[in-house]
């Protein structure tokens, strides 16, 4: 895709989006991708050898190989939103071995799916593409819905399977975030044991972070803070819904309600409206991009999928981000659009021309 192709995309938004220049956190202070983002940034922490060269391998799949960038295909929405929902658009991925091949033929860095799905064809493709086991899943038949994850299947199923990377939702703010955080920071240290890269869904949760019909869930300021946990852990790569506002404790902190802890200058001085800071506010909560940020892709919205992910590929690009992890927009229409559609994320990476800001 030429950089004429992504203007025309971006429509009226390609010279607020392309022309801006972040005078929040300057991209200085960032540890920002690149061909030797590895050994700059993880050769001198604490991993061992064998996760080294899992992050090796994820970093150096498909059309992204040697950027520092990467492209995954997350199909775990069987689960997450149901098998019927998710596939009824196009019902070959209920078939195990076409998600992977969708991965294969779009050139991402990798597949991440469900035990079941990666288990069902691990023999046939887990030497082809770098396979990503979620772990843990919000299942929708509890009735009423509980809105909650809890870990399947296990690590060691997961590395005899050969998968490079574990990955892993967090609901932060949920009543069982604090049984979650427990629970994946364990089977992260054991996968980091096994020598799997992880990969952390820090994604916010409470009916409460909706106030005066104005949803915080992807205000900067909560999922930054998600993003900081996160990185606590010690996840290789954050993946986080792209924010769309901020001041989220600011309205938490409203009337005679306490919550948290902020400081004028997180809106001041660190971020502003515009989505490119934003997002970077995201980054510099990934310990200055110490770890990866990868942004969801988000849902399907029919005939504006093509623009809507270029647009958020440019982004997370200029914010400093580490790519994106984009499903539904693929695997929702026929493959050669899904192809399509992930191809025209991957150009915008490997477009020079597209500069962090």
Not at 43 to 57: E, I, K
Request: glycine share 10%.
């Amino acid at each position: 895709m030429s950089a004429q192709n992504v203007q025309a995309l971006l429509g009226q938004d390609a010279e607020y989006l392309l022309g801006h220049t972040c005078k929040t956190v300057s991209k200085e202070m960032l540890h920002l991708p690149g061909p030797d983002f590895i050994d700059r940034v993880f050769v001198g922490s604490n991993r061992p050898t064998p996760v080294l060269n899992s992050l090796h391998d994820l970093f150096n799949n498909g059309r992204l190989s040697g950027t520092g960038y990467m492209s995954i295909l997350p199909v775990d929405q069987g689960i997450e939103h149901s098998a019927g929902a998710s596939f009824a658009p196009n019902p070959i991925y209920f078939d195990p071995e076409k998600i992977v091949e969708l991965a294969i033929e779009g050139g991402c860095n990798a597949v991440a799916s469900t035990y079941g799905v990666l288990g069902s064809v691990a023999r046939k493709y887990a030497h082809k593409i770098p396979f990503v086991v979620k772990i843990n899943h919000n299942e929708l038949l509890t009735y009423p819905n509980t809105f909650d994850q809890i870990m399947f299947g296990t690590i060691e199923d997961a590395w005899n399977m050969g998968a490079k990377a574990v990955g892993a939702t967090i609901y932060f703010g949920s009543e069982e975030s604090s049984r979650q955080i427990i629970e994946v920071a364990e089977a992260f240290e054991y996968a980091r044991e096994l020598g799997m890269a992880t990969i952390l869904w820090c994604y916010t949760r409470n009916s409460a972070f909706k106030i005066d019909g104005k949803d915080y869930h992807t205000s900067a300021d909560l999922t930054g803070q998600a993003n900081h946990l996160g990185a606590t852990i010690q996840a290789d790569i954050i993946k986080q819904k792209m924010p769309d506002c901020n001041a989220g404790f600011k309205a938490l902190n409203s009337g005679d309600s306490s919550y948290g802890k902020l400081n004028e200058k997180m809106y001041t001085e660190l971020s502003s409206e515009h989505p490119i800071d934003l997002t970077r506010y995201q980054v510099a909560n990934n310990y200055m991009g110490r770890a990866g940020l990868i942004n969801s892709g988000g849902a399907s919205s029919g005939e504006s999928d093509l623009a809507d992910a270029v647009r958020t590929a440019v982004i997370n690009k200029r914010a400093g981000g580490t790519g994106l992890i984009s499903g539904r927009k693929a695997f929702q229409k026929p493959m050669n659009e899904g192809v399509d559609i992930l191809q025209a994320i991957q150009d915008v990476y490997l477009d020079d021309s597209i500069s962090i800001a």
